[in-house]
């Protein structure tokens, strides 16, 4: 309670309440007239894990490099798994692990957490808290599983993400995981193992019509919206796509579209105004050259997923979601008690 309170009732932080506050309203209406209550609770407990996050993380100033740790340390053990199996067989590798990886079950959901992963690394990196031969140790082995995998939104992310550092000061880095990438790709299509990367570009170059080059979103998009219009100004209601969209996709593939099927009209302003905002102040932390570089890696990495909740589920699954929370605790974290320090006589 007493973190919920410093947050509330902190002048400075007039507009984080106010988008916290009615983000509740909008979630608690729309819930009471859709008879969604149950659904609903994964939002409103991680507006409570934000609170939470920043307790945590303003308790001490290593907690935050803590977690990041323990991320690059769950995807390094999936990576390797992926590696033990693929040289044990080969058919039984591709058929059961590499469509259903450990603890993600979905291979699209791996690649979430690679893109935190390598945005995790270069944190250490820019904080003194990892040596150049392990952090690029890390991020090859991290590329190579990205670019097997043929994860086109992690692809996106990851290009905004290197391009945001290149004018942070990370340009070296950014460089040198570009050409890392490069020559991961060329491993990939000598080793024989490139049927998933080389599919997705195919896929990607070798187009038809749009909707196939979007594995089908655009349909998707195209059934939502028209879905949408019957919501009114409160939507359908918290996880209700998967009733709407009768097969084993569940959700729209794209941030806004879901928290406006959802949450209707007025869910879509407050997110969109929610976006822009906290846009501008991650790109203001980028671009801000007094702020350390590892603030700007922390607000570079949310940056860039955001431009992939575009195109898939990281506002939908549980997994990116509460880390794009603690993120955004983080964040919050470090710009408020620099505001601190700057208010110092």
Not at 83 to 106: A, G, M, Q, S
Not at 207 to 230: A, C, H, P, Y
Not at 293 to 319: C, K, Q, R
Request: net charge positive.
């Amino acid at each position: 309670m007493a973190s919920i309170k410093s947050i509330i009732f902190e002048k400075g932080n007039a507009l984080l309440s106010f988008f916290i506050l009615s983000f509740v309203f909008v979630i608690l209406v729309s819930s009471v007239l859709n008879r969604t209550l149950s659904s609903s609770v994964a939002y409103l407990s991680h507006i409570l894990f934000f609170f939470t996050a920043v307790f945590f993380l303003s308790a001490c100033s290593e907690n935050y490099a803590r977690l990041l740790r323990w991320k690059i340390l769950s995807v390094f053990s999936v990576c390797i798994i992926f590696f033990v199996f693929r040289f044990l067989d080969k058919v039984e590798f591709y058929e059961t692990v590499f469509r259903y990886p450990p603890i993600y079950r979905h291979l699209r959901h791996l690649n979430y957490d690679l893109m935190l992963a390598v945005g995790a690394c270069f944190f250490l990196l820019c904080s003194g808290r990892i040596r150049e031969l392990s952090f690029y140790s890390l991020v090859s082995l991290f590329v190579l599983i990205s670019l097997w995998s043929g994860g086109r939104g992690q692809l996106l992310a990851f290009v905004v993400f290197l391009v945001l550092l290149s004018v942070t000061g990370g340009g070296r880095e950014s460089l040198v995981t570009l050409i890392i990438a490069v020559l991961m790709t060329f491993l990939i299509w000598v080793s024989g193992d490139s049927r998933f990367m080389l599919g997705q570009l195919e896929r990607t170059l070798y187009f038809t019509n749009i909707n196939g080059v979007s594995s089908g979103r655009l349909n998707i998009w195209k059934d939502t919206w028209l879905e949408i219009m019957s919501g009114g100004w409160f939507g359908h209601g918290a996880d209700q796509f998967r009733i709407f969209y009768d097969s084993w996709i569940v959700h729209p593939h794209n941030a806004a579209l879901q928290f406006m099927f959802e949450y209707g009209v007025a869910g879509l302003l407050l997110f969109v105004s929610f976006i822009l905002w906290t846009a501008s102040v991650c790109l203001k932390s980028v671009f801000a050259s007094r702020l350390k570089g590892d603030v700007a890696v922390t607000a570079a990495l949310i940056l860039a997923m955001y431009a992939y909740s575009m195109v898939d589920g990281i506002f939908y699954h549980a997994i990116p979601f509460s880390f794009m929370v603690l993120l955004s605790a983080g964040l919050f974290v470090k710009l408020s008690k620099k505001k601190a320090l700057a208010q110092l006589p």
